[in-house]
């Protein structure tokens, strides 16, 4: 492998940044957070910081609308930041849904992966060997067994099982399904944005030096490739991001995946319920803002005293914008996925982040905070916010999803006639009749991606 992919350079550059404050940061992590790690993270600052408390009661709110001193303390240093009345954060209390119904006590990893191939657009021999494999993933997430073996064993065709493990292998968690702890490492690292140079070097890392990364002895790891420690603790950094045994976050003993919202259908129309189980009402606590109405207060009491004010706005400002921004990315998705929410998979829409943003004026980055990590609770099951966001190809009735023009391809290889079957070029122009303008690469990436054999070969065995 040649070392010519990492180097240095000086170079100068005038640029703007923008200064991100903890505050700021904190905000974004909020917004980020699905639903327990956000419970949990409240719960902590509530210990924390005694400027902030629970309500005994939701009609405390009228406090700080009439209290004119916070006013005042609003304009002092802080009028950059705050701009409505957020001095509490309430959750909603909807109490016509029963969210009984909709949680069951636990989801275990085969639960959650079998859900996930349910849904999946493959055919049902590719469902038969996927049951198989999930049922033999073990509980670390791995999958060890030969193919050949599975094949055999379900009296199926190794290249349905291939397809069974490829399909199962882009599901959540990611790295789930494979076979060694390199190739689990990789799938998250091509997961993430990372550079693919530095992922090679990764790859020859996890090849070559597993006895120098067990003893530790890392310049030896550095000198053989070339490459400065700095370097080398940056890869080792990436190398920490992943999550060498994806399947344990699904033991029992484990968190499980708990919905951020429910989708609730009512008389037709479908209504957005932010899960807020558990979350208290919160606010400022009256007795640290009368402390700031002292004159007489030290110097060093009032500015402890104005810091943890500070941070108790800032947390029930991100609260309140949290709850706005998913409401609202939420109910967009809803509007734009109406068809699928009501009538299945195959009416799923290309949708882009792109689109809910010009749609609810949320930066871009906004949503894709909003829509990592976190799941919605609908007719269909838990689905992840990501999954309602799928790829289109234009057509002459307007752009088409990518999963619906798979479907098709599907069925016409399965229908299609036995002596001659089609060629990729044949499939374009049937799609093209269709109106849906495709080019040929195109269908045999898909028809790839699939493990629909070529043409040829689909004669060969057909024979």
Request: charged share 30%.
């Amino acid at each position: 492998m040649q070392n010519t992919k990492m180097g240095l350079t000086l170079e100068n550059k005038l640029s703007q940044k923008l200064m991100i404050t903890p505050q700021m940061k904190q905000s974004l992590n909020l917004l980020q957070m699905p639903v327990v790690e956000l419970l949990q993270e409240v719960n902590s600052i509530l210990e924390d910081n005694p400027v902030i408390e629970e309500m005994e009661s939701k009609q405390e709110e009228e406090y700080f609308e009439k209290d004119e001193f916070l006013e005042d303390l609003k304009k002092v240093e802080w009028d950059d930041y705050f701009q409505n009345d957020e001095w509490y954060y309430l959750p909603r209390d909807d109490e016509e849904v029963n969210f009984e119904k909709f949680v069951s006590s636990n989801e275990n990893l085969y639960e959650h992966l079998l859900f996930q191939l349910t849904i999946s657009d493959v055919s049902k021999e590719v469902k038969r060997a996927g049951e198989y494999i999930i049922g033999n993933i073990t509980e670390n997430g791995y999958f060890t067994l030969d193919p050949s073996v599975v094949a055999d064993e379900i009296n199926i065709g190794v290249d349905v099982v291939n397809e069974a493990l490829s399909v199962i292998r882009e599901f959540d968690p990611t790295g789930i399904a494979q076979t060694n702890l390199k190739d689990c490492i990789l799938k998250q690292l091509h997961s993430f944005d990372i550079n693919p140079n530095d992922i090679d070097f990764i790859a020859e890392i996890l090849d070559n030096y597993e006895e120098e990364i067990i003893i530790g002895d890392f310049n030896k790891v550095a000198e053989t490739l070339s490459i400065d420690m700095e370097s080398l603790e940056k890869l080792f950094g990436y190398i920490k991001m992943t999550d060498p045994k994806p399947g344990l976050k699904f033991s029992s003993a484990a968190r499980y995946v708990v919905p951020d919202v429910y989708i609730v259908e009512r008389d037709g129309f479908f209504d957005v319920v932010l899960n807020e189980e558990g979350f208290p009402p919160i606010k400022l606590n009256s007795y640290y803002v009368k402390l700031l109405k002292n004159d007489s207060l030290d110097s060093n009491t009032r500015e402890y005293v104005e810091e943890k004010v500070k941070n108790a706005l800032w947390l029930l400002k991100s609260l309140n914008q949290r709850k706005k921004a998913i409401q609202r990315v939420v109910e967009e998705i809803v509007k734009k996925q109406y068809d699928f929410l009501k009538k299945g998979k195959e009416f799923l829409k290309p949708l882009k982040l792109k689109d809910i943003a010009e749609a609810t004026g949320l930066h871009e980055s906004t949503v894709s905070r909003v829509t990592s990590g976190k799941y919605a609770m609908c007719t269909h099951g838990v689905l992840e916010l990501r999954s309602f966001f799928i790829k289109g190809i234009e057509s002459e009735n307007g752009e088409i999803s990518t999963m619906n023009i798979k479907m098709q391809i599907r069925e016409l290889t399965e229908n299609e006639p036995k002596e001659k079957p089609y060629s990729d070029q044949k499939i374009v122009e049937i799609l093209t009749k269709k109106g849906i303008k495709i080019a040929r690469r195109t269908v045999a990436k898909y028809r790839e991606s699939m493990n629909i054999p070529a043409r040829s070969e689909r004669k060969r065995n057909r024979r």
